[in-house]
């Protein structure tokens, strides 16, 4: 399996105020997705994170709220922006190690719980 | 939007009985898969089943698919407490870019 770590692990903010969360793996990848998840409730799909090109968002999803960088294959940051307490999620990236001959799994990292005041 | 339900959104069973979840989705698939997330951590990957395929197993897991229903059901035997999490399916909408559209879930709670 892949080893992805995410920072910071968990964080309390105040409204108006952004956060960047960054997503490292431990070993060169083609994509990195990210996903929130409100609240007692299920994964959304935010976005896709590519090396070397703008990130595709998904629909409900804008690059000003949620600005995303790849600057390498194994890196990624998401930053939300103008924090509302709706914002207040559990923020996961992951990916699909390349060396790995199930491409269609997914990794996960261990999540970054926001809380917004 | 969430891509499919799962069925029933919480289970509380007894150690040793059987725990079934359903899961319906709405698109055409490349493949289903199955995680598990225990108290709001990361996601762990339980099983995969592609389109092509009727039921798959690993270890205490049955997963069957009916893509004419558009359905699929995860069964865990035998359970434990330590199985007590919440159980998520997801698709790819036919994609093969890697992206996976979940749904709700299913909170299952094993009692010792």
Known sequence: SAVISQKPSRDICQRGTSLTIQCQVDSQVTMMFWY???PGQSLTLIATAN???EATYESGFVI???PISRPNLTFSTLT???MSPEDSSIYLCSTTPRRLARTDTQYFGPGTRLTVL | SQQGEEDPQAL???EGENATMNCSYKTSINNLQWYRQNSGRGLVHLILIRSNEREKHSGRLRVTLDTSKK???LLITASR???TASYFCATDRGSTLGRLYFG???QLTVWP
Request: proline share 0%.
């Open chain 2, 71 to 73: 359905s699929s059901s």
């Open chain 1, 64 to 66: 000003d709220k949620f």
């Open chain 1, 36 to 38: 929130r998840q409100q």
């Open chain 1, 51 to 53: 090396q070397g090109s």
């Open chain 2, 12 to 14: 509380s069973i007894q």
């Open chain 2, 81 to 83: 407490a330590a199985d």
């Open chain 1, 80 to 82: 939300v922006s103008n």
């Open chain 2, 104 to 106: 709700r879930g299913t």
